[in-house]
């Protein structure tokens, strides 16, 4: 599990997050970060939650909201380390980084955070194992089970974070 206290979080010189009440993020949890455009769901991400995932011994798949520009550097991964492996689109991308995850956390099991920035490709999300933590943000993809994260712009300096 992954802890964001509450409190005023500064993410940007001028722009912070007043996230109300604890965020806590379990494995065999779903999570849906939304909110308006510039409410700080990528903000989050990328300041706040990654840090505290990068100081813990996990697992961390992210995608990020430009997938097109990940899908030419795995694709460069798999010719040398999977040549066999065929990767085309952004789905086969996919494909290929959960089924690596899958075999890693068959080996040597740990908790595992799946964060989608913004997927256009959901199905591939509910991929995820039970065992794995799911966060993710998008404005019209709603995954079951999924427990809501409201971010709401409160001027061009602050958001607030409400579970």
Same mark, same amino acid.
């Given at each position: 599990?992954?802890?964001?206290?509450?409190?005023?979080?500064?993410?940007?010189?001028?722009?912070?997050?007043?996230?109300?009440?604890?965020?806590?993020?379990?494995?065999?949890?779903?999570?849906?970060?939304?909110?308006?455009?510039?409410?700080?769901?990528?903000?989050?991400?990328?300041?706040?939650?990654?840090?505290?995932?990068?100081?813990?011994?996990?697992?961390?798949? /992210?995608? *990020?909201?430009?997938?097109?520009?990940? &899908?030419?550097?795995?694709? %460069?991964? =798999?010719?040398?380390?999977? #040549? $066999?492996?065929?990767? /085309?689109? *952004?789905?086969?991308?996919?494909?290929? &980084?959960?089924?690596?995850? %899958?075999? =890693?956390?068959?080996?040597? #099991? $740990?908790?595992?955070?799946?964060?989608?920035?913004?997927?256009?490709?959901?199905?591939?999300?509910?991929?995820?194992?039970?065992?794995?933590?799911?966060?993710?943000?998008?404005?019209?993809?709603?995954?079951?089970?999924?427990?809501?994260?409201?971010?709401?712009?409160?001027?061009?300096?602050?958001?607030?974070?409400?579970?």
């Amino acid at each position: 599990m992954i802890e964001c206290k509450s409190g005023r979080h500064q993410v940007w010189s001028e722009f912070a997050l007043n996230i109300r009440t604890p965020l806590r993020f379990e494995q065999g949890c779903r999570y849906h970060l939304h909110g308006d455009n510039g409410s700080g769901k990528s903000s989050f991400i990328n300041r706040i939650l990654l840090p505290l995932l990068k100081d813990s011994s996990c697992y961390i798949l /992210l995608f *990020e909201q430009q997938l097109a520009l990940q &899908l030419h550097a795995i694709k %460069a991964h =798999a010719a040398i380390f999977n #040549p $066999k492996r065929s990767i /085309l689109n *952004e789905s086969d991308m996919i494909r290929y &980084l959960y089924d690596d995850l %899958a075999i =890693a956390y068959l080996q040597h #099991p $740990k908790d595992t955070y799946i964060i989608s920035d913004e997927s256009h490709y959901p199905e591939l999300l509910l991929r995820c194992s039970t065992h794995h933590c799911l966060i993710y943000t998008s404005h019209n993809v709603f995954v079951d089970n999924a427990q809501q994260v409201r971010f709401d712009l409160v001027n061009p300096e602050l958001s607030e974070v409400y579970v």
